[in-house]
C-alpha cells in the first residue's frame, strides 16, 4: 500500500483475511486499500461489518466516514461520524472528520468540533490545521495564527497541506 501498490496489496490482505478472519486490522487495512484503489463500494462492504464488532475503533470509523464522502452520502456520513464520536468521545480524529464534513456543508459549526477536537485530543495536529484556516477567514486572526503555530510545530516538515 505504501508503495502505491494497491491491486497487488488487496491481493496479500485478501490471503491473509482468508487466514485470519478475525483480525481487524487486516480487514481494516484491506478496506482502505479499496478505498485507495477508489472501489468505494467494495471498501464499504468490508468495513461496515467492522463497525458492529465490539472490537472496532476510532479508526474503522474514520475508514467508513471518509467512504461514505466519497460516495456523496453526507447524511449517512454524519449519522456514522456521531455514532464514532459517542464511541470515542477522546478521538480527535473523530472530531476532525466531523468538522471536516460540517465544512464541506457549509455549515459553519464545524470549528466547534475541530476545537473540541483539540481539547480532547491536544497532540492530533489536523484539528489545528482546520481551526487555522477556519479562523483566517474570520476578521479574529489571532487564532488562526496561534492555531497555524501550533499545527506548525506539530509538523514542521508537512508540505502537503500547504
Do not use: H
Not at 104 to 118: L, N, Y
Not at 149 to 159: L, Q, R
Amino acid at each position: 500500500m505504501q508503495q502505491g501498490d494497491y491491486a497487488n496489496a488487496v491481493l496479500v490482505l485478501n490471503r491473509a483475511a482468508q487466514m485470519d478472519p478475525k483480525d481487524i486490522d487486516i480487514t481494516k487495512d484491506l478496506a482502505f486499500s479499496y478505498y485507495l484503489q477508489k472501489d468505494f463500494t467494495k471498501a464499504l462492504d468490508i468495513i461496515k461489518p467492522l463497525l458492529d464488532r465490539e472490537d472496532a475503533d476510532d479508526q474503522c470509523y474514520q475508514i467508513a466516514g471518509n467512504i461514505y464522502k466519497q460516495l456523496e452520502q453526507p447524511k449517512e456520513c454524519d449519522k456514522l461520524l456521531r455514532k464514532g464520536l459517542k464511541k470515542f468521545p477522546e478521538s480527535g480524529a473523530m472530531y476532525n472528520e466531523l468538522g471536516e464534513l460540517l465544512w464541506a456543508q457549509q455549515d459553519f459549526t464545524a470549528i466547534k468540533q475541530w476545537e473540541k477536537g483539540i481539547e480532547v485530543d491536544p497532540g492530533f495536529s489536523k484539528n489545528y490545521y482546520n481551526a487555522a484556516k477556519y479562523y483566517y477567514l474570520t476578521p479574529d486572526k489571532v487564532w488562526s495564527i496561534l492555531y497555524g503555530e501550533a499545527f506548525i510545530n506539530m509538523e514542521p516538515f508537512t508540505c502537503t497541506y500547504a
